[in-house]
């Protein structure tokens, strides 16, 4: 499928997704003194067939049927108000409301990015970037978020004009294309490192949310670049288990550290897919690997808990494997190399905290009942129970040695033949 970039207009540019209020045919009107926290742009309102005028002092607008509160009435609350009890985190997580201060990009809005992209909007994040370039279709209908009646848009317009609905202080920028493309790929590359919430400077984290390597060695490539930090996640082609994981260029491993089979080995994967056969999808699986990578998100961006740098998903056993992977020095992309050692000057140019090592303190030295500690087992006792250490590399150890086999110490004892015979030994002792 070849997809087609439009040059974006001045509404797209800020965010505001003018295409969507048009096909609405909505009046949208914006205070200019309606501005929202966190250094964002005046707030955009949109409702369908009517004109919504902004309120200045909240940032609200009414819809139809609604009327502006009148004097002495009480204002209506922003819809992602931290403050709501009924808000996430309202009256419990106050640090969530800095969520309106990041801006994530999000490529690929299919059965994982879709529900990320949901999930973010509800929290209430300031600000966020859509990549794809597919259409939907009927048969995305097993999974969650996408409506029938919304086939045959492109994913990325259905998505922002239901998250729209949803929050609309969020502000949404949309591009309909494939990023693996040259010249698509370079606008990609200005959109991470220029597409923050502060128009000029990069965003706080990528999303990939794709659904095949090549989309993934293009995002780990840009990152790596950028030096731009970015989360990976999927779900297996049989719907049962899928994964997420952390990347921090020069950090930790990068896709193309331990790339897999199929990158490895430089196959195109379109050989392997089967015409006429879908993998499998599961709207519950998807829903788990979503679930677990917006936490990890809300867990780096407001630094709480500990955020996972790999984090797998095994629905057939309820199995949730966690593990971190090292850079590899010899990768293949020359840009996680040269991030790799920027990261080794940063970690040595730190101040080195010298370990002080505290004396354990002696317990019943000195009491009032003479009571004291003895070793049942003496030096030569213990040192005879212990066998010689092995040469193992550095940082590990044995937990015990087996001592060696000592031959019996047991002198012989010899008796001289009397030449008596076995009977007259037996009447001996008969006699007795």
Known sequence: MTATHRKRTPCEASGTGGDVSQQCGAAVTATAGAGRAGGRGPS?????????????????????????????????KRRSDPHREDEPGGGGLQPLQK???????????????????????????????????????????????????????SKVQAAEHTLRNINPDVLFEVHNYNITTVENFEHFMDRISNGGLEEGKP??????????FEARMTINTACNELGQTWMESGVSENAVSGHIQLIIPGESACFAC?????????????????????AASLPT????????????????????????????????????????????????????????????KRVAALPKQQAVQE???????????????????????????????????????????????????????????????LEDLMAKMKNM
């Open 285 to 344: 699986t998807m829903g788990v690997v979503a679930g677990i990578l917006v936490q990890n998100v809300l867990k780096f961006l407001l630094n709480f808990g500990t955020v996972s740098f790999y984090l797998g998903y095994n629905a057939m056993q309820d199995f949730f494997p966690t593990m971190s992977m090292k850079p590899n020095p010899q990768c293949d992309d020359r840009n996680c190399r040269k991030q790799q050692e920027e990261y080794k």
């Open 258 to 278: 331990a790339p897999p089979l199929v990158v490895a080995a430089n196959i195109d994967e379109k050989t392997l897919k089967r015409e006429g056969v879908c």
């Open 99 to 153: 969520i309106r201060t990041f801006a994530v990009a999000i490529v690929g809005v299919g059965g994982v990015g879709s529900v990320t992209a949901e999930m973010l909007t509800r929290c209430g994040i300031g600000k966020l970037l859509l990549f794809d370039y597919d259409k939907v279709e009927l048969a995305n209908m097993n999974r969650l978020f996408f409506q029938p009646h919304q086939a045959g848009l």
């Open 44 to 76: 955009h309102g949109r409702v369908c067939g009517a004109a919504a005028a902004a309120d200045p002092g909240t940032g609200t607008g009414t819809g139809p049927g609604e009327k502006s509160p009148g004097p002495g009435e009480p204002r209506r």
């Open 359 to 421: 004396e354990e303190e002696i317990i019943h030295e000195d009491n009032e009942w003479g009571i004291e500690l003895v070793s049942e087992v003496s030096e030569e006792e213990l040192k005879n129970s212990s066998g010689p250490i092995p040469d193992l590399p550095e940082g590990i150890t044995v937990a015990y040695t087996v001592p060696q086999k000592q031959e019996d110490s047991v002198p012989e004892v010899t008796v001289e033949d009397s030449g008596e015979s």
């Open 203 to 212: 965003v706080d984290l990528v999303l990939s949310c794709v659904d095949n």
